[in-house]
């Protein structure tokens, strides 16, 4: 079935419509590609067409490359999977091009006007293909989004966008657009300079052919196909570009520490683009593209954050013969921070919402955190006040239990003790028809013991959220013992309405998120009482790709609930408990009032506006610094392997049941170097021999904390990898994107 189709009008104007018919959003690929270079020729072959409009039979124009085309070139290519790429990547820019240059001649006389309409979202290569359109019309729709997110999964904009992108606009004004991956509304699009004109979406058919109708040569030619063309805004070598390039790298170091390799490869296309005419240019972005695309940090970054991410959101895990269990009305216990953020995401899309706490003041409380959110949003014109009115409407807040009366769900949002969590489930339950579902959001109770206190714990199961609930996108689902099917589909069929990620994990000590990041902190704080420097253990962990270094987030996180957890452990397990010096020093700090940022003094020291000014002065004083530092890698093998020895044994032992979510979970939940594709993905990339060795030999100097998993050494020795003996046997790559 064709996924273009093509038509002429009366007045000899060709309409080639993109509609895949099988498919939500088109999605170009490799038998695609070839209908529309096809279609083209069609255009400029017949003389009774005067020029054509590209757009789209759905509500969006195109979500960008179906990414198995990527593997496919590369496959087809047998022995010379880079050559299979290239050539690909140039058949893409010679259809382009052909667009581009609809015909002309060499002194761009002749040639046919073509215009793209888009209706809706335009990204990736749903992108690069307007851009290489003679102008470009988008409907006043302003939930559409255009640009060119492809560095947020590794790569960058290959199919031409990178090139023309700086030609049309100039290296300052796409930054943002290329280096940040930033997204448009048609009418930010249009004073940015991404599309050339928004009209009524009922016009918008209408408008392009009328341009095209009207177009001259001139209209038609590209400013990098006229003699004598100058890069908008300098090129490298211009005194001004001289110093917008410097700035760039700058900016680009500054933010990637090196270990994304997209960024770096973008902006040297760019720059040695600059420098050349286009066609060379264009030539040069394949090759730099292509050199990303052999980076095992791209495909390990398109496998998670888009392959097995999408597939988790379509309900890879989810029991499949449970019916439909979406969300109708839900309750939520406890209007804190974290309840009246579940709230208000849930409000959001348009959920019934009813939010119980202890009195009126407490639950009005709760409502005014989901307004101020609210009034955020307003300001930030990222919703409108009828909007916004709407959302607050779909809750409400009271201290009587009654209104849980025909709730489907309740998520328990209370303080952290179980005679609390379960008080408030037996009074819900009174309340709630025997097919509700109950769910606690906590961090580190064990579900089977919480779920003691419901009248059936097969409708009981641990929805983890994490903080600030309407920023963070993984929820992490936790079954108890005795968790049935109904409930796992009810919590991920919620995690889907409300848009986040969901990852399941089995009942364990810390589930799995919190088993991971644990290690982290501690193992930077034990650094600190070896005498390592401070600032070296949190800079080395921002080198790896971590967001934040471990001391900077033991204050984020509050070191009173470092410490709280701390002492729950450790009278959990007695003499079990294995006492460690960052025990010491987490006890200390919480007795002298250091919380973190909360209090505005922690690791760190925090202004009256609680913004860091520094690591605290009296850190180095109370654990001196040592004459002799180690080696920066020794640092990173630690903090890594802190991590992903605990996802591997929580995958060894159960917890975890599909690498793919250790993946996920590990990237959207505490940000584990995402250049890696997660801890699963890191390790097939380093490969399963290099870690035990490392691991063995950090044994050797730091104990048994390094112990090589049983599971590793036994992939170290048989040569294999975790996702070539437990990856989905046939996974394929998500229809989005780039």
């Not at 050539?87 to 002194?107: L, Y």
């Not at 761009?108 to 851009?131: D, H, M, Q, V």
């Not at 930054?175 to 940040?180: F, I, N």
Request: with cysteine.
């Amino acid at each position: 079935m064709a996924d273009f189709h093509y038509d002429v009008d009366a007045d000899g104007i060709a309409t080639i419509t993109w509609d895949c018919q099988d498919k939500s959003m088109n999605v170009l690929n490799l038998d695609s590609t070839a209908e529309l270079d096809a279609l083209v020729d069609k255009v400029l072959a017949d003389d009774a067409v005067i020029g054509a409009v590209i757009t789209s039979g759905k509500a969006d124009f195109a979500g960008g490359m179906d990414l198995n085309v990527i593997s496919k070139m590369a496959e087809m290519a047998g022995d010379e999977p880079a050559r299979g790429l290239f050539d690909g990547i140039m058949n893409f820019h010679r259809i382009t091009r052909k667009i581009e240059r609809a015909g002309m001649d060499d002194k761009n006389k002749g040639g046919k006007p073509i215009a793209a309409a888009l209706p809706g979202t335009a990204l990736g290569i749903g992108y690069e293909i307007p851009l290489s359109c003679h102008r470009i019309f988008a409907a006043d729709n302003p939930k559409a989004k255009i640009g060119l997110p492809e560095i947020l999964v590794g790569i960058f904009p290959g199919a031409g966008g990178t090139t023309r992108l700086t030609r049309k606009l100039d290296m300052m004004s796409a930054s943002p657009v290329l280096m940040e991956g930033k997204l448009s509304d048609p009418a930010k699009a249009k004073r940015i300079g991404l599309v050339d004109e928004v009209v009524p979406a009922d016009e918008l058919l209408s408008s392009a052919k009328n341009w095209v109708k009207t177009a001259k040569d001139a209209d038609i030619v590209k400013p990098w196909d006229t003699k004598g063309f100058k890069m908008p805004g300098g090129a490298p070598y211009h005194p001004a570009g001289f110093m917008t390039y410097v700035g760039a790298s700058a900016m680009i170091h500054g933010k990637t520490k090196g270990v994304y390799p997209a960024a770096k490869a973008m902006l040297s296309a760019i720059y040695e683009g600059a420098q050349v005419p286009f066609d060379t240019a264009i030539k040069i972005e394949a090759r730099w593209f292509t050199n990303v695309l052999m980076n095992p940090s791209s495909s390990a970054m398109i496998n998670t954050l888009f392959t097995h991410k999408t597939a988790l959101e379509k309900g890879a895990v989810r029991p499949k013969a449970v019916k439909d269990m979406s969300v109708k009305k839900l309750g939520v216990l406890g209007a804190g921070m974290m309840g009246a953020g579940i709230a208000f995401v849930s409000a959001r899309v348009g959920i019934e919402v009813v939010l119980i706490d202890r009195d009126d003041e407490t639950t009005q409380r709760g409502k005014e955190t989901i307004q101020g959110l609210l009034d955020q949003g307003v300001k930030r014109k990222k919703i409108t006040a009828d909007k916004a009115a709407e959302i607050i409407g779909n809750v409400t807040a009271t201290p009587d239990y009654a209104a849980l009366d025909g709730c489907d769900l309740i998520v328990e949002a209370v303080f952290e003790d179980p005679g609390v969590k379960a008080d408030v489930t037996a009074r819900a339950e009174a309340k709630l028809p025997k097919d509700a579902i109950f769910a606690t959001n906590t961090s580190t109770l064990p579900i089977t013991e919480l779920a003691r206190a419901s009248r059936d714990d097969s409708r009981y199961i641990g929805i983890h959220f994490f903080s600030p609930v309407h920023l963070m996108n993984l929820v992490e689902i936790i079954k108890g013992q005795n968790t049935g099917d109904e409930a796992v589909a009810k919590a991920l069929d919620f995690v889907r309405q409300i848009k986040k990620t969901p990852i399941v994990v089995n009942d364990a000590r810390f589930f799995y998120a919190n088993r991971c990041i644990l290690p982290y902190v501690n193992e930077g704080v034990l650094m600190l009482d070896e005498g390592i420097e401070p600032a070296m253990v949190d800079n080395v962990a921002r080198l790896m790709g971590m967001p934040v270094g471990p001391l900077q987030l033991a204050d984020e996180v509050s070191i009173d609930l470092s410490y709280k957890i701390m002492t729950a452990t450790q009278n959990a397990l007695g003499d079990q408990y294995p006492f460690t010096a960052a025990d010491a020093i987490i006890k200390k700090m919480y007795n002298d009032d250091r919380m973190g940022r909360k209090n505005g003094k922690g690791f760190y020291d925090y202004d009256e506006k609680g913004k860091r000014v520094g690591i605290w002065g009296g850190l180095r004083r109370e654990w001196p610094v040592a004459d002799e530092q180690p080696e920066i890698q020794e640092i990173k093998n630690r903090l890594a392997m802190a991590q992903v020895l605990e996802a591997v044994r929580a995958f060894e032992e159960g917890v975890l049941e599909d690498i793919r979510e250790g993946d996920v979970g590990a990237i959207l939940g505490w940000g584990f170097q995402p250049w890696s594709g997660g801890p699963f993905s890191w390790l097939d990339m380093i490969g399963a021999a290099n870690a035990v060795e490392i691991c063995d030999q950090l044994t050797k100097q730091f104990g048994a904390r390094f112990t090589t998993p049983r599971l590793l050494r036994d992939l170290a020795e048989s040569g294999e990898t975790f996702y070539g003996r437990y990856g989905p046997k046939a996974a394929s790559a998500a229809e989005f994107s780039v």
